[in-house]
């Protein structure tokens, strides 16, 4: 059912309070239109909660309606909230709402602590859980149009229908071995991205920062945090304020009138408002002392030795999460592995560093199951062997 009123939309909530009351979870998903656009638009939001005779449903036109109350649901800790691939709904409604998530369970985090790959998609999950066969043909289906068709609605709520039982499936499969509460670290952390404020500071490290001079990174680092702001404003995507090629240009070039900026290859057509924008941040980034500009590769260069160390233990962090059947990418993240590296480097040079402890690769569920075993063998305590039952490698502590 569609949900277009606003008298249809606080029925359908108070149907589903009364379902969460009861200790049912509640799932939701939302399509919305992201191209052209800084903010993504919500275009729909599908919620479901099982009862004892059935379910709670409904597909909701948010175009026009007070959305308060489901955002209050989404809020609630006491509400196990249902998603897949969760991030971008999550986002949307801190976005819109402000509403934090709380007590998200995210059907595809639990299933890379299951064996089932990192990113397992819908379909497929339905498909393993269930045995339905779910379609694709609305995949790319602009949402923004209105009206929407049964079709539509259908597929759309079919992102929804079969969550509660494979929630309950995955849940019973991680309580049994005992993963439950490492499922539950991620889908935390997943709660907190959402919600992560803009870090418009350091936009600048998402363009090719070689063959930069300290003078000119500098310039791009203003350059980048104003156009993120232009971009949140006008609600645009930030290369359609200006194009990356003539961000990279204009650090180089450092244009000081609106016509140098206009004679830059991809910026002629640039209004004037915008233009002079762009100019102020030029001129604030060369009045900053030289002392706080970025560092360029060159300066800041990687000890050689650390791809030697970190392609070691990859080896044994690959080994363990195909032994322990979890996903590579949440046992040992890329940029994990690299700190662990740094640090016992410095320490190794008789630098300060903090405990181990403090590391995402040591810390919690990551350090029982491979962080530890990873400083035993940076501290020579342990070395890598093929096991031959697996023909995995394997630590064994060194005698």
Known sequence: MLIKTQNQFDTLVADLQAATAKGAPLAFDTEFLSEKRYYAKLCLVQVLAPTENGVVEGAIDPFGLDLTALAAMIADPAIVKLVHSGSADLQIFWQLFETQATNVFDTQIAAAFLGYG???????????????????????????????????????????????????????????????????????RAEKKATRPEDDENAYQRFNLSKLKRKQLAVLRELAATRQRLARESNKPPSFIVPDLAMLQMARQQPESVADLRAIRGMPGVPEKIANTLLDAIDDSLETDPETWPETRSDNRPDPR???????????????????????????????????????????????????????IADGWRGEILGRDLLKLLDGQAVIALDAATGLPQLRDFA
């Open 118 to 188: 990192h990113q397992i998609g819908y379909a497929d999950m339905v498909r393993r859980f269930t045995g339905a066969q779910i379609s694709k043909t609305m995949q790319y289906t602009d949402w923004s149009t209105r009206p929407l068709s049964d079709e539509q609605i259908e597929y759309a709520m079919d992102d929804v229908r079969y969550l509660p039982p494979i929630y309950a499936d995955l849940k019973a499969q991680l309580e049994k071995r005992g993963r439950l509460s490492w499922a539950q670290f991620e889908f935390e």
């Open 306 to 360: 650390l791809d030697s160390i970190v392609a070691l233990m990859n080896v044994v962090a690959t080994a363990r999460a195909t032994s322990e059947e979890i996903s590579r990418s949440y046992l040992a993240p890329r940029e994990a592995i690299g700190e662990l590296a740094q640090w016992w480097l410095d320490r190794a040079a008789n630098q300060q560093v903090a405990e181990a402890s403090t590391l995402e």
